[in-house]
């Protein structure tokens, strides 16, 4: 029954892993569409092309190259109704986004297992209305 069990979660477990979209960001790569299915070997440069691409998505996973991107002017991309996003510093060396313009950055709105790990935001922030029915304003996010 154990060894049942144990296969049972193991190909849970790769059925999860095989749906999940994999984009790769680097600063010196290619800004061709293309480049959002291209995997490892064929890197995006332009974070707001791929982070646009995924923000309706769940089960993603991003993995940005250090380097300093730029999230295009006025851009504000919401992430709503989305679960299991990874957004992931790969390799050695810092990774900055600079929001650039009033509105720009990202909000996660009604989403879940959000993570993002070793990269720095800088003047990020986007308003949205707020969830909480307590403090009905505007909230600044990432």
């Known amino acids: 029954m154990k060894s049942f069990l ?11 892993l095989q749906s999940a979209t994999v984009v790769y960001v680097s600063e010196n790569a290619s800004n ?3 480049c959002l299915d291209g995997g490892e070997s064929q890197p995006c440069s332009n974070l707001t092309l791929v982070l646009d691409y ?7 996973e991003v993995y940005i ?4 991107y730029v999230l295009s002017s006025n851009v504000r991309l919401t992430f709503e109704k989305v679960e299991n996003v990874l957004l992931k510093g790969d390799g050695e060396g810092a990774i900055h986004i600079t929001c650039k313009g009033y509105m720009s950055g990202l909000s996660f709105i009604n989403s879940s297992n ?8 800088v003047g990020c922030g986007t308003e ?4 909480s029915l307590i403090f009905p304003t505007h909230v600044a996010l990432i």
């Open 128 to 131: 949205h209305d707020s969830t």
């Open 114 to 121: 959000i993570s993002i790990v070793g990269i720095s935001f």
């Open 6 to 16: 144990l296969i049972s979660l193991l190909a849970a477990s790769i059925t999860v």
């Open 32 to 34: 061709d569409p293309s």
């Open 54 to 60: 995924i923000r309706s998505q769940s089960n993603t």
């Open 65 to 68: 190259k250090p380097g300093h």
